[in-house]
């Protein structure tokens, strides 16, 4: 059963960082292309970061230049560091599979308010 675990977010300020972390487990995970979402109240899933099984990274237009996505692929892990955090980035983020998304882990919120 595929299942992904997300964690490390929180309540932050306009222009501070996060670090977000996902395990995935049930899956081959060194042979698939991973994506970050995030889902802002009342809208759907959107891809803001991916990154293939060696490592080549692709970001949304919003987040160019402020987050970092990574990989370790023997330990199942995706990371997401988020950086210059604005109020638009809140929302409750989660891993997948960067095509055909799978079963939606618990998510971790972030939220950046003053």
């Known amino acids: 059963q595929v299942q992904f675990v997300e964690s490390g977010g929180g309540l932050v300020q306009p222009g501070g960082s996060l670090r977000l972390s996902c395990v995935g487990s049930g899956i081959g995970f060194d042979k698939y292309l991973m994506g970050w979402y995030r889902q802002a109240p009342g809208k759907q899933h959107e891809l803001v970061a991916s990154?293939?099984?060696?490592?080549?990274?692709n970001f949304g237009g919003s987040v160019q230049d402020r987050f970092i996505i990574s990989r370790n692929n023997a330990e199942h892990m995706l990371y997401l560091e988020m950086h210059n955090l604005q109020p638009e980035d809140t929302g409750v983020y989660y891993c997948?599979?960067?095509?055909?998304?799978?079963?939606w882990g618990p998510g971790t919120q972030v939220t950046v308010s003053s």
């Open positions: 997948n599979l960067r095509y055909n998304p799978t079963i």
């Open positions: 990154i293939s099984p060696g490592g080549n990274t």
